[in-house]
């Protein structure tokens, strides 16, 4: 316990050094334009996470367990494809495909059966670019993402796998301690290499920390531990179609603007996302702890279509993107970014 607390402690102080550094070279040294707040700040929380957990065993302070190094070795490898395309932005194929790779080799070593194991890929390449999409709004993505790591922690602890508790503790006091700059107005944002470093690791530790448990009630948890994200998803994907636009271009169209556009700040945004996020995780954990049938998540999953919808009557695009106009392809949204084609706008 005592243990698990300095590492916590030491990746949020380790983070948020880290952030600040980044933001100081890349000031100086980085490329000139529009946006003047650096997009490199997963750097920090890559380097944080695994640098912290890595230090345990070689200092004989804490044992990570099996099967976490093989993890910690995929998750950097996705860090390092979300570095190359913040610096020069990737093709989606090349992305998914260097994102399936790596979940191929985590489920295989997880002993999951062919079936199983193609759909738990399918899942963790999803729901790491479900995060990836939600990263681009002040504070969001990281509010999120920490309250799924601290669920998915006392899952990850309940289950028998202490060591996979323990790094996703650490990874949510890396997030805790990049949301310092990066809360509203944000100094650094995390960048591709941050949020695909997370959404993977998050996505990954989920299937591993699940393997063995019985399917239904595993597949209830991981949805209700996910629900944000992936509404966040569906949301932009259906307001995309109907409105004419590419899928994979981005836009302000997200949860969070949309909350914007209702009236909220941008910290109110990520305050309710994050709480939003919280909810769901102590409904997962009701799940995982027997409290809540499986079936249970069915009333959580009737307010995912309820909520893309009610969502969907708040205007973002402008009346030049309404749908089948000829001007809707154009990206004229001042505040776009690329999504999964590559970088923030």
């Not at 309250?147 to 503790?169: D, F, K, M, Q, R």
């Not at 944002?189 to 063995?212: I, K, P, Q, R, Y």
Request: glycine share 14%; charged share 10%.
């Amino acid at each position: 316990m005592l243990h698990g607390l300095a590492a916590a402690t030491t990746a949020l102080v380790l983070t948020a050094l880290l952030a600040a550094l980044v933001r100081r070279l890349m000031l100086r040294f980085g490329r000139k334009g529009p946006d003047t707040v650096p997009h490199l700040g997963g750097i920090a929380v890559a380097l944080g996470t695994l640098g912290v957990a890595c230090s345990g065993p070689l200092l004989g302070v804490a044992e990570l367990g099996d099967g976490v190094a093989p993890l910690l070795a995929a998750a950097g490898a996705v860090a390092l494809l979300g570095l190359v395309g913040d610096l020069r932005p990737l093709g989606v194929r090349v992305r998914l495909v260097a994102q399936a790779t790596a979940a191929t080799a985590v489920v295989a070593l997880a002993g999951l059966s062919p079936g199983a194991g193609a759909l738990a890929v399918l899942w963790i390449v999803f729901v790491t670019n479900a995060f990836q999409l939600l990263d681009t709004s002040d504070g969001a993505m990281g509010a999120v993402a920490a309250v799924t790591a601290l669920g998915l922690a006392v899952c990850a602890i309940a289950e028998g796998h202490p060591g996979h508790g323990l790094l996703l503790s650490v990874l949510a006091a890396a997030l805790t301690g990049f949301l310092l700059h990066n809360w509203h107005p944000a100094r650094i944002h995390l960048g591709d290499c941050g949020a695909l470093f997370t959404g993977f690791l998050l996505a990954s530790s989920a299937v591993v920390v699940h393997t063995g448990a019985p399917g239904g009630r595993t597949t209830a948890e991981l949805f209700a531990l996910t629900v944000v994200v992936l509404t966040d998803t569906l949301l932009v994907l259906v307001s995309r179609h109907r409105a004419g636009r590419p899928l994979l271009r981005g836009g302000g169209d997200h949860i969070a603007h949309r909350l914007r556009g209702l009236g909220l700040t941008t910290q109110g945004s990520a305050v309710v996302l994050g709480v939003a996020s919280l909810g769901c995780t102590l409904f997962g954990l009701q799940i995982h702890d027997g409290r809540l049938a499986p079936l249970a998540v069915l009333a959580l999953a009737l307010l995912v279509p309820a909520a893309v919808v009610l969502l969907l009557r708040v205007p973002v695009y402008g009346p030049a993107s309404r749908r089948r106009t000829p001007r809707a392809r154009t990206p004229a949204d001042p505040a776009a970014s690329v999504d999964l084609a590559g970088g923030r706008g």
